[in-house]
């Protein structure tokens, strides 16, 4: 597609239940990032998916997070018992690896967890 | 731990003056620097970007500086238009296409 596509775009959620957040990147492009911008605060990596390589998850916050990205194209984000805390704007980006013009992200996904 | 650092979470600016925002870094291994912009319910978007061999970036109204000793950046905007209202995130990373670390942003507001 000419952008990254998330889905969806707005998520409510009752604390303990399952969301899976879905992220469509730029087609050709070999890296995909997760981020998360909780109220007030700055964008906080997540993790990051290089071609075939295994992903860098050093800034999943816990064992409830994961992410997989299948066919080196699309990738779910699963937070597992959602508590409030995990309410914020998730964001995907992708990028051609060495284009020097950074990421293009998608416009997100609200998860407020009540 | 913070390794991109925005201090200022505002700065509000009047139309035509000049615009600064600030970044500070904690890494050395970071050579790679970036601004991006983000408007309400969008993603951020890619604006300037610079990397460690050179000490200044432009682009139109939109100039970064680099102060790799001082590991410190800063973006300019001159001259500031109401349009320009947004949030400002800075970025690093160890080598260009590498993930980032992102600042926690600067809203700037340019007043008419």
């Known amino acids: 597609g000419a952008g990254v596509s998330q889905s969806p775009s707005n998520k409510v959620t009752e604390k303990g239940k399952d969301v899976e957040l879905r992220c469509d990147p730029i087609?050709?492009?070999?890296?995909l990032y997760w981020y998360r911008q909780s109220l007030g605060q700055g964008l906080e990596f997540l993790i990051y998916?290089?071609?075939?390589?295994?992903?860098?998850k050093s800034g999943l916050p816990s064992d409830r997070f994961s992410a997989e990205r299948t066919g080196g194209s699309v990738s779910t984000l699963t937070i597992q018992r959602t508590q409030q805390e995990d309410s914020a704007v998730y964001l995907c980006?992708?990028?051609?690896f060495g284009t020097g013009h950074g990421y293009t992200f998608g416009s997100g996904t609200r998860l407020t967890v009540v | 731990d913070q390794q991109v650092k925005q201090n200022s979470p505002s700065l509000s600016v009047q139309e035509g003056r000049i615009s600064i925002l600030n970044c500070d870094y904690t890494n050395s291994m970071f050579d790679y620097f970036l601004w991006y912009k983000k408007y309400p319910a969008e993603g951020p978007t890619f604006l300037i970007s610079i990397s460690s061999i050179k000490d200044k970036n432009e682009d139109g109204r939109f100039t970064v500086f680099l102060n790799k000793s001082a590991k410190h950046l800063s973006l300019h905007i001159v001259p500031s238009q109401p349009g320009d209202s947004a949030v400002y995130f800075c970025a690093a990373s160890a080598r260009r296409g590498d993930d980032m670390r992102f600042g926690a942003g600067t809203r700037l507001t340019v007043k008419p």
């Open positions: 998916f290089q071609g075939n390589s295994a992903p860098d």
């Open positions: 980006a992708s990028s051609s």
């Open positions: 087609s050709g492009h070999t890296a």
